[in-house]
């Protein structure tokens, strides 16, 4: 997922929009994000990982699972 986004988010911000999201995610997925947070991952996983979880719970069941395949091939 190419990201026209310019800015990049920090291991606290995604941390934090993964908490925010975290009643809307299948517990695996969010287990899995919770797991690439707690390894130091690239920038570009980072600000991908956020974007996935940005508007997590706005997105259609269509849109959550091409969101919850991304984010377990983040691994």
Not at 3 to 12: G, L, N, Q
Not at 24 to 32: A, S
């Amino acid at each position: 997922m190419a990201s026209s986004c310019p800015i990049d988010h920090t291991p606290e911000q995604v941390k934090e929009k993964l908490d925010n999201q975290h009643p809307y995610l299948p517990e695996n997925i969010y287990v899995k994000a919770a797991h690439l947070l707690n390894q130091e991952q690239s920038q570009e996983t980072l600000n991908e990982l956020f974007h996935l979880l940005k508007k997590y719970d706005l997105a259609e069941t269509r849109e959550r699972k091409e969101r919850n395949e991304k984010i377990l091939a983040l691994a």
